[in-house]
């Protein structure tokens, strides 16, 4: 018996954030698939091959998240993850990650529509371009690095490019998905907003007895 949340979107969106409250609302385990996508993108930066660093990685790879948050781990992130035989290395570490008892929330790009399909709750959060680009450029420079906004924008431009064109589980919301735009919400309103949603189908899977009670 678990409850699985799949929460897609663009860099910057804000489904991190989501994905944390939603897990926390509900003694989830959660599971920011980007982070795989950066270590194995850190791996290559240091002159691993793409395939051979996926197929690797170990979880103290993307144990340390903030040191995976820098500008080029992004970019290498964002190339790597185009990559048909990265993706599929790390398909597995995922759904078994999903299907752990208890039940999971996994943030990234193609939760819902290729690691989780069946997920009983899939949101696909977004927001627009220059929103996300002021929030991610003000999150770089808390943490210290020496970025411009245009630098930022353009980069969530060329990330967006490559997320939404790939051949390979290109980004796009699942049928089934609930839009979450969160370009005029703060945030704690997005998460509440996203906690209802979930809250709903939660309700409605206990009332079933499909999810144990007091979870």
Same mark, same amino acid.
């Given at each position: 018996m678990r409850l699985t949340v799949a929460i897609d979107g663009p860099a910057a969106a804000g489904?991190?954030?989501?994905?944390? $409250?939603?897990?926390?609302?509900?003694?989830?385990?959660?599971?920011?698939?980007?982070?795989?996508?950066?270590?194995?993108?850190?791996?290559?930066?240091?002159?691993?091959?793409?395939?051979?660093?996926?197929?690797?990685?170990?979880?103290?790879?993307? #144990?340390?998240?903030?040191?995976?948050?820098?500008?080029? +781990?992004? =970019? $290498? $992130?964002? =190339?790597?993850?185009?990559? #048909?035989? +990265?993706?599929?290395?790390?398909?597995?570490? =995922?759904?078994?990650? #999903?299907?752990?008892?208890?039940?999971?929330?996994?943030?990234?790009?193609?939760?819902?529509?290729?690691?989780?399909?069946?997920a009983e709750v899939k949101l696909f959060v977004t927001a627009t371009d220059d929103i996300r680009a002021g929030r991610r450029f003000r999150e770089l420079r808390e943490a210290g690095h020496e970025v411009t906004l245009a630098a930022v924008a353009a980069d969530l431009a060329a990330r967006d490019r490559r997320d939404r064109a790939r051949a390979t589980a290109p980004l796009t919301p699942a049928e089934d998905a609930l839009l979450l735009d969160t370009s005029e919400l703060n945030i704690k309103e997005a998460t509440a907003r996203a906690i209802v949603a979930v809250r709903a189908v939660f309700d409605r899977l206990q009332a079933a007895g499909a999810v144990p009670e007091g979870q």
């Open positions: 489904k991190g954030t989501i994905a944390r $409250a939603v897990a926390a609302e509900f003694g989830l385990a959660h599971l920011d698939t980007g982070l795989l996508y950066r270590a194995v993108g850190r791996r290559v930066l240091a002159g691993t091959e793409p395939v051979e660093a996926a197929q690797g990685l170990r979880r103290e790879d993307f #144990a340390d998240a903030q040191a995976l948050r820098t500008p080029d +781990v992004a =970019q $290498a $992130a964002s =190339q790597v993850a185009a990559m #048909a035989e +990265v993706r599929e290395a790390l398909v597995a570490f =995922q759904r078994a990650f #999903a299907c752990r008892q208890g039940g999971a929330v996994l943030d990234g790009r193609d939760i819902g529509t290729v690691i989780c399909p069946d």
